[in-house]
């Protein structure tokens, strides 16, 4: 049975616990089909097709212990059917000594596709860095 979602915030909730369970089966419902759909993780290449993009999901998923995933939105643009949704996820991973947590952007495209919302596209930028406070410069000296 094909999952129908109501909105795009509907299929965004759905994207982010399918990747907050490493629910690979919840992740192939939320991505719309044809060679039109994208995704871009952080660094890496572009992949298209459901097909591509579900095995790069898989990569991730599996092995993996589930992350603490939140995710929030920056800017929300909708228009008929289509809406852009520019997020910050915060994503912070166990299995390790120290917990580490990374900051991305993300940009998520949504579009009505018929019967129901889909993702069309999900782009994640490289981890944010850390900005540091400006030093001040040492006074000049004059000899």
Known sequence: MDVAFVDAAAVERAFYEAFARLDLRRMSEVWADGAETVCIHPGGPLLQGKAVIL????????????????????????????????????????????????????????AYLGDSWRMLEHHASLPLGTRRAPQPSAPARVH
Do not use: C, K, M
């Open 55 to 110: 095995d790069s999901w898989r990569e991730i998923l599996s092995g993996s212990v589930p992350p603490t995933l939140r995710h929030r939105a920056v800017q929300r643009f909708a228009t008929g059917a289509l809406a852009v949704h520019l997020v910050e996820e915060t994503i912070t991973t166990a299995g390790t000594s120290v917990p580490q947590t990374t900051r991305v952007l993300a940009t998520n495209v949504y």
